[in-house]
């Protein structure tokens, strides 16, 4: 089972659309949750953290159910300029730094 | 300032032969990973150095791979003996650490084709 599961979509949304992606997690000991987006052939950037309480920034709204080992991102009021690659991250490994990444959900914002 | 850079941007080797990438982080981060990321795949972890402490090489995919940081800055990942399998683009990226461990700032990568 891989450590941090995503769907891949595509996921295709019109602008101004509310869209959510979930992502689930294998190792129950992980304590530290991120959402990054990469953009297409470039490298992958911080978006948010994700709190046991839930966070919001802006237009984006992250969830955690530990006991369901599950994280969720929300994005409302899409923009062209959301479309990318959000990467489900996780921190696991020896030393409880380093991270594990999903594979990604790709969305397409279009006009 | 100045982001993490990596050298070369890219490189075709040869199978069989060794391959040296190199990373130099923001300056004043504590905190080095590598990472790579084949075609299609999610960042599959490599390795994890945080100042002088014993490095993380839980990720490291066989004894081919190793991992070195000089002076608590510049490292360099070394990969002896390129397996066609081993193409891929490796990411660096580097934190301030501490409870800024994990706000990482990545390279542009390095693309290694394996020929």
């Known amino acids: 089972r891989k450590e941090v599961e995503q769907d891949p979509g595509p996921f295709n949304v019109p602008e101004g659309a509310t869209v959510a992606f979930n992502c689930t997690y294998s190792?129950?000991?992980?304590?530290?949750f991120f959402w990054y987006r990469q953009d297409c052939r470039k490298e992958p950037k911080l978006l948010m953290s994700?709190?046991?309480s839930g966070n919001e920034d802006g237009r984006f709204t992250a969830q955690l159910n530990r006991a369901s080992q599950y994280i969720s991102l929300l994005i409302r009021d899409s923009k062209l300029s959301d479309s990318a690659t959000y990467l489900c991250?996780?921190?696991?490994?020896?030393?409880?730094?380093?991270?594990?990444f999903g594979k990604g959900t790709s969305l397409l914002v279009t006009p | 300032g100045a982001g993490v850079s990596q050298s070369p941007s890219n490189k075709v080797t040869e199978k069989g032969k060794d391959v040296e990438l190199r990373c130099d982080p923001i300056?004043?981060?504590?905190?080095l990973y590598w990472y790579r990321q084949s075609l299609g795949q999610g960042l599959e972890f490599l390795i994890y150095?945080?100042?002088?402490?014993?490095?993380?090489k839980s990720g490291l995919p066989s004894d081919r791979f190793s991992a070195e940081r000089t002076g608590g800055s510049v490292s360099t990942l070394t990969i002896q003996r390129t397996q066609q399998e081993d193409s891929a683009v490796y990411l660096c990226?580097?934190?301030?650490?501490?409870?800024?461990?994990?706000?990482?700032?990545f390279g542009p990568g390095t693309r290694l084709t394996v020929t």
């Open positions: 190792n129950s000991a992980s304590q530290s």
């Open positions: 991250v996780v921190n696991g490994g020896n030393s409880g730094y380093a991270l594990n």
């Open positions: 990226a580097s934190s301030r650490g501490g409870d800024r461990t994990y706000e990482q700032y």
């Open positions: 150095f945080q100042g002088n402490s014993a490095p993380d």
């Open positions: 994700v709190y046991s």
């Open positions: 300056s004043g981060h504590t905190a």
